[in-house]
Each structure stands twice: as structure tokens, then as C-alpha cells.
């Protein structure tokens, strides 16, 4: 059973960083794809970034490109991201999720294993 944990969630101010952790278990993750995505309230989840864990291909959503970044960590089986440039529009909680697979895609329904999602708050 794959099961995957995030962490690194806060409040930052405007124009700061934050990098987020996913710790997943319960692979080989060698034919899946990792992927965050956020909910604002009030508004659906919505796809950020994904990585293939086979040969770390990445795909963001246009919001967030040249700000984030994703990445596989050292660490087995860990993948972060990076956000800079912060802005209030970032605020939401953020999900990490695993697919079996090589594509990465944006249709959160495909994804099988999510997290409990970790708190970003950007202040103005």
C-alpha cells in the first residue's frame, strides 16, 4: 500500500520561499508519477506540478512556472518543492499524490494516493 506524507507548510510572507516535503512509502516507485496540487477555499484542487519518478520528467501548471519547483530528493523515495516568489494567490493546502504510471497529468481523479495536505498561508 503506497502512502505518502507531506510536510514543510506555514506562513511566509510575500515575495519569500517555502519548500515543501513528500515522503512516500510503500513502493517501487519506478513507474509512477508524484504530483502536488493545492485547494484554495472555496475553489477546486488544482494540479501544480508533477514529476515521472522513472526519469524525472517535470510538467507545471502556468502559474507556477519559473517560481516552483519540483524535485526528487536524496533521500529514497522523497520528492520537495520549491516555491519562490510567493504571492497571496499561492495560499491554499497543498496535496501530495502518487499514480502508477509514466504520464503526468492534471486530472486529480487519476491520482490513487494523496496525503492529508499541509497549510500555505502568503501573506501581502
Known amino acids: 500500500q503506497v502512502h505518502v506524507v507531506e510536510s514543510g507548510g506555514g506562513l511566509v510572507q510575500a515575495g519569500g520561499s517555502r519548500r515543501l516535503s513528500c515522503a512516500a512509502s510503500g513502493g517501487p516507485f519506478s513507474n509512477h508519477v508524484m504530483g502536488w496540487f493545492r485547494q484554495a477555499p472555496g475553489k477546486e484542487r488544482e494540479f501544480v506540478a508533477g514529476?515521472?519518478?522513472?526519469?524525472?520528467?517535470?510538467y507545471y501548471t502556468d502559474s507556477v512556472k519559473g517560481r516552483f519547483t519540483i524535485s526528487r530528493g536524496n533521500a529514497k523515495n522523497t520528492m520537495y518543492l520549491q516555491m519562490n516568489s510567493l504571492k497571496p494567490e499561492d495560499t491554499a493546502v497543498y496535496y501530495c499524490a502518487a499514480r502508477p504510471g509514466m504520464a503526468i497529468v492534471e486530472e486529480s481523479r487519476l491520482y490513487a494516493y494523496w496525503g492529508q495536505g499541509t497549510q500555505v498561508t502568503v501573506s501581502s
Open positions: 514529476i515521472s519518478w522513472s526519469d524525472g520528467t517535470t
